[in-house]
């Protein structure tokens, strides 16, 4: 399995603002991702990380709102630009490791929950 | 791009009884995980279940790949079940990257 961590696991941001959110993974991994989670809503995709080269976004998500860093293969960041209250979810960084299953699972950080006022 | 639909939306159950959980996908898959969110919004790893029948304590899953579908059996609910659960599929000829279902949404009342 791997181990996650996220700060901050909250916070509450004035309209306008940018917030960083780090994700540090207890193991070396290729790929990260970053998740959105609108209240009361499913996990959506934000973007593909990976170590040396620039993070791949799904559609409706774009590089200047979600610049994301991927410094190492153990760390990775995402920012959250110019926030407006529609901005206000539970911010998800996961990876693959190894399971118990045998084969790998994605596993989640705790996430980050951020209101926007 | 896949279709993921899990039903019941919204489950109510008292102490003790049994549900079963569904998850039907459009298309072939690599991987299908269940997860299960707590209230402090923590996804936790149930299953990893691309096909066949898993079961761990008091919840069990069945995958048949070939109709597309999956169920999530909880039996003896029990208040801390309580929380949303999440199938969550990666498509054949994707990079690893989960695409997942609005959600169970479960309450376990005493």
């Known amino acids: 399995s791997a181990v996650i961590s996220q700060k901050p696991s909250r916070d509450i941001c004035q309209r306008g603002t940018s917030l960083t959110i780090q994700c540090q993974v207890d193991?070396?991994?290729?790929?990260m991702f970053w998740y959105r989670q609108q209240p009361g809503q499913s996990l959506t995709l934000i973007a593909t990380a990976n170590q040396g080269s620039e993070a791949t976004y799904e559609s409706g998500f774009v590089i200047d709102k979600f610049p994301i860093s991927r410094p190492n293969l153990t760390f990775s960041t995402l920012t959250v630009s110019n926030m407006s209250p529609e901005d206000s979810s539970i911010y998800l960084c996961?990876?693959?490791?190894?399971?118990?299953?045998?084969?790998?699972?994605?596993?989640f950080g705790p996430g980050t929950r951020l209101t926007v006022t | 791009g896949i279709q993921v639909e899990q039903s019941p939306p919204d489950l109510i159950l008292q102490e003790g009884a049994n549900s079963t959980l569904r998850c039907n996908f459009s298309d072939s898959v690599n991987n299908l995980q269940w997860f299960h969110q707590n209230p402090w919004g923590q996804l936790i790893n149930l299953f990893y279940?691309?096909?066949g029948t898993k079961q761990n304590g008091r919840l069990s899953a069945t995958t048949v790949a070939t109709e597309r579908y999956s169920l999530l059996y909880i039996s003896s609910s029990q208040t801390t079940d309580s929380g949303v659960y999440f199938c969550a599929v990666d498509p054949q000829g994707g990079s690893e990257k989960l695409v997942f279902g609005k959600g169970t949404k479960l309450t376990v009342n005493p």
């Open positions: 193991s070396q991994v290729t790929m």
């Open positions: 279940i691309p096909s």
């Open positions: 996961s990876v693959e490791g190894f399971g118990a299953s045998g084969a790998y699972e994605q596993y």
